[in-house]
């Protein structure tokens, strides 16, 4: 008899440790942990959908055969931690042995290697790539890049080939991505699933212990077990995906979902599959239901990107998540937990987050993320941030795209280049700025737009490590050009913002 563990991010019937255990005789061991739901102060509707998956999966189990010990938060002797609930478990059944998945963080691996118990690890193969792949096409190559990656899994899934060639005659449409918004949006939005019974229950509980974290709990429309969150996909196929690429980066007030696929929640706990998922958008491109731009820059996040995260999460190791290659140190601004700010744009990012535990990538990475970098911030606060307030945020996925894509503090393993812009950018791609009180297309002043006055701030303070990047040189001949007393005002108008910002003050 064996124990096999089952994680809240492993609720897949076809997990690598399920197929390898034995129904008639190992004991499946699943934990609504204290410590799993505390290590960041996880957003509500976070810990309300994993715990809901959890126990909805723990039935689906026990109804096929399998005798799972469950075990809930607020339980009399609940374990407190994964550990302890393996050890409760081992000895009320007098096991020695445990199967289990590869977790898909550094702290749980880690923890698990503890045990006084044999425990036998599986490679997570619910991803394409295994960590071997990954660290074999990583070798020896000076740059990491994302791009050849995808190329190879396009060719490994089939995915959008015609013979070896790329559907289309192109690998990334990209270009034809990135629309400014249009006026009005006309799109259903994500498929909302009323709270059952179980949904209930789990609700109370979240409330309760965990009302007091940043974010709002209540509606809670997320789908929680495998055939709510296939008919989530079906509906976002019919209705969002024909629009997902033309608009995948614009951004607009009041409609926080737009074309978005909301996948990430449902694929990091297991509940889909990425290789379904891909074929399912696929088929919609076959049957000629959305353009080629959208399905493969869909399909492109998937296979590709998503993939390449993981594999850059294993193979940095266990220190990358404290890596902070600039050298940044300023605490996260209050306005990240909801406080007051005149930044209509952070306003809206951060709303949004504390109401849905969503947001999507272009305000994860050019509102909230730039924001970040451009500031200062510490990237260990700023991830520990992101690994928080989103629900889809595992640290497997949340690091290398927070650390790296984002505050550039791995030195430049994922990115080519920090991704910065001025108020500019967030101009073209939002309605933010109408609404803001201060002004986007102001460079100095009080008035100005705070994205302006750092962004110099920002290439000014790092000039030695970025003037030479071939990809930066033009904003550094900008920059270079203006007269002398401008860029000393632009600057001190920027210290002046910082300070308030540190003191407190809303800004
Ligand atoms: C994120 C999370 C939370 C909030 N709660 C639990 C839990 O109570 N029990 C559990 O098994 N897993 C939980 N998880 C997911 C784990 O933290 C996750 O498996 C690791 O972060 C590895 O990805
Ligand atoms: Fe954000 Fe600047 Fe636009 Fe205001 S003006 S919404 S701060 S980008």
Not at 92 to 107: K, L, N
Not at 383 to 401: C, G, K, Q
Not at 487 to 501: E, H, I, T
Request: aromatic content about 12%; hydrophobic content about 40%.
């Amino acid at each position: 008899m064996r124990l096999v563990l089952v994680l809240g991010d492993q609720l897949s019937p076809n997990l690598s440790a399920l197929r390898s255990a034995d129904k008639a005789t190992d004991v499946i061991i699943m934990a609504e942990a204290l410590g799993e739901a505390s290590y960041v102060r996880h957003h509500p509707k976070k810990i309300a959908l994993i715990f809901a998956a959890m126990r909805k999966f723990a039935a689906q189990l026990r109804a096929e055969g399998w005798q799972v010990r469950y075990s809930k938060l607020d339980d009399e002797d609940a374990p407190q931690t994964l550990n302890e609930a393996l050890l409760q478990g081992a000895e009320a059944v007098g096991a020695t042995e445990v199967i289990c998945t590869e977790a898909g963080e550094w702290r749980v691996i880690d923890a698990l290697a503890e045990l006084p118990l044999t425990v036998t690890t599986l490679p997570d193969d619910r991803f394409l790539s295994s960590n071997q792949e990954f660290e074999s096409w990583a070798e020896g190559r000076k740059q990491l890049r994302m791009e050849y990656f995808y190329r190879d899994m396009r060719r490994k899934t089939g995915l959008l080939m015609e013979g070896d060639q790329p559907a289309g005659g192109q690998w990334n449409y990209d270009h034809d991505n990135r629309k400014a918004p249009p006026k009005s949006v006309e799109v259903e939005g994500p498929l909302r699933f009323e709270p059952d019974a179980v949904m209930r229950e789990v609700l109370d509980l979240v409330a309760a212990r965990f009302g007091e974290n940043f974010g709002t709990l209540e509606p809670f429309w997320f789908a929680t077990d495998a055939k709510q969150a296939q008919a989530h996909l079906d509906h976002w196929i019919a209705t969002g995906l024909a629009g997902f690429g033309d608009y995948q980066d614009a951004m607009l007030l009041g409609q926080p979902h737009l074309y978005h696929a909301h996948i990430g929640l449902y694929l990091n706990i297991g509940l889909l599959d990425p290789l379904e998922v891909c074929q399912a958008v696929e088929k919609a491109w076959k049957e000629e239901l959305a353009p080629l731009n959208a399905v493969e820059g869909f399909i492109r996040q998937v296979i590709g990107w998503r993939e390449y995260i993981r594999g850059i999460y294993f193979l940095q190791g266990r220190d990358y998540v404290a890596r902070n290659d600039l050298g940044h140190s300023r605490d996260l601004p209050a306005s990240f937990w909801g406080q007051k700010t005149w930044m209509a744009c952070i306003e809206a990012a951060v709303g949004q987050t504390r109401d849905e535990a969503y947001a999507h990538h272009i305000q994860r990475l050019m509102i909230t993320g730039n924001f970040a970098l451009l500031a200062g911030i510490d990237p260990y606060q700023v991830h520990e941030w992101y690994l928080a307030v989103y629900a889809d945020a595992f640290e497997w996925v949340e690091a290398p795209n927070v650390i790296g894509m984002s505050q550039f503090a791995d030195g430049g393993i994922v990115a080519s280049k920090p991704y910065v812009s001025s108020g500019n950018y967030i101009d073209k791609m939002s309605n933010y700025c109408k609404s803001c009180s201060y002004k986007v297309k102001q460079k100095t002043g009080p008035d100005a737009c705070p994205f302006n006055l750092l962004y110099w701030h920002f290439l000014d303070r790092h000039s030695e490590k970025f003037s030479a990047n071939p990809r930066m040189g033009n904003m550094y001949r900008v920059w270079d050009r203006m007269a002398e007393d401008r860029r000393a005002q632009v600057l001190s108008d920027a210290d002046n913002w910082l300070a308030k910002l540190d003191a407190g003050e809303v800004v």
